[in-house]
């Protein structure tokens, strides 16, 4: 961590002499995280302060609107270096980040090997494997012995994003075998390559969705994954730390989309105005929905007016299912997306949501019938059966909706936290208001016809 005196000391030289030395002993993470707090005025001068590795390694931290103030703030010697210093991976994100007349004068002043490598990965859609790996993976050919491998690699590939795999290809790239650098160390060194390469190679294809890539990488504990074209041919490795941080944006995203964030990338520092553009049009359309939530108690006024203690009972009625609704599409928006369930679970899940329900279902009826019972007149403590029983129902819809809706946009290619919370809740309470009331209705025609 920088020490309190070093970091107020951009106006004096020996406290920036101090400054320097610390940005440039800590992790790039902890001086990106320092930079990015600083006043704009200040950022350009502390990151000159970095040494030249430093200054790529932390530049990739850096928020995207701290970068695109820094690309104008560099001098073009500067940028260049940075830009070209980035790994192809690094640096096709930030190229999404940044304007389209931005991108095209950086690209041109790449290297043309760089610029091949960016090209091709930008050419690959969104959310796509193609578009976060990188084409700086180790390559070998069968041919080479283990003591011609291991020197391969201490001249040629100390500068590629990982080591701890190479990747056997005959002359036209496509894959063969892998081989791993444990492997390599303790061979012998006359030993063939072939001989002691894998040939049960797990890969993946640059135009496969990236969390099936990152799964398929959790699964097997893989540090790299190599992927192909569709001729079979290597073309780059995807690492676990652009995996890593897959997986993260992807249960970001769920989880916003669940809370009715539209997008589901809403930063929690981002500027008003982006949240309010995230929030506002589903609030607005959660409005709408509930209009027909509404239009299911509107012919029950007069019921209402009867039976008062029934607009009691209501909201804890709607809190309580919407709540089991919002438990049960958690559990299973989340099981989706990890991959520890699939559209074939359908009916075991739902086997044990039901079973599940029916158990919290019978205890919330009990409690809302008891509370019914001290709120309602004596004359009218038949109103609290009914709100058990249309409790129970409710609670069992709610968990079979949670189930089966996101199981059935999975099947359908549709990303199953399009289901959000709010509009399950809305749906139940419509559902919900609808049963009791037409009940209670019921009910007081009965009563009023004995007497």
Known sequence: MLTQEVCGSLGNFAGLNQLKLELNSLPAIDVGDYIAELPPEDQAITFRLLSKDQATSVFEYLP?????????????????????AMRPDDRAVLFEELPAGVVKRLLQQLSPPERQATATILGYAEGTTGRVMTTE???????????????????????????????????????????????????????????IASDRVIKTSTDTPQEETARLMKRYDLLALPVVDREDRLVGIVTIDDMVDILEEEATEDIQKLAGV??????????PYI??????????????LYIGAASAIAPFQHVISVLPVISVIMPIMANSSGNVAFQVLSVTVRGLGVGEVTPKDTWQVLRK??????????????????????????????????AG?????????????????????????????????????????GVGFMLFLSMISLGVRISHFHV
Not at 141 to 170: C, F, H, N, P
Not at 355 to 366: E, K, N, S, V, Y
Not at 377 to 385: K, L, S
Not at 396 to 423: E, H, N, Y
Request: proline share 5%.
């Open 64 to 84: 995207p609107e701290v970068r695109e103030q820094l690309l104008g703030s560099l001098h073009r010697a500067e940028v260049c270096h940075i830009i070209e």
């Open 137 to 195: 993976y180790v390559r070998l050919r069968q041919g080479l012995s283990v003591e011609a491998a291991l020197s391969k690699i201490r001249l040629s590939d100390r500068d590629k994003e990982t080591i701890y795999y190479a990747y056997v290809t005959d002359d036209n790239r496509k894959l063969l075998q892998v081989v791993s650098l444990r492997q390599l160390l303790f061979s012998i060194p006359e030993v063939l390559i072939r001989d």
């Open 262 to 271: 539209s997008g589901g990338d809403e930063a929690a520092l981002s500027p």
């Open 275 to 288: 949240t309010l553009r995230k929030r506002l049009p589903w609030l607005l359309a959660n409005i709408v």
């Open 353 to 386: 949501e039901v079973l599940a329900g029916m158990g919290t279902a019978i205890a919330l009826g009990i409690s809302l019938s008891l509370l019914s019972l001290l709120w309602a007149h004596p004359t009218e403590r038949w109103v609290a059966p009914v």
């Open 389 to 429: 029983l249309v409790m129970v129902s409710n609670v069992l819809i709610a968990a079979v909706a949670g189930t089966f809706l996101p199981m059935a946009l999975t099947r359908l290619k549709l990303d199953p936290a399009l289901i959000s919370g709010p509009l399950m809740t809305t749906m139940l309470d």
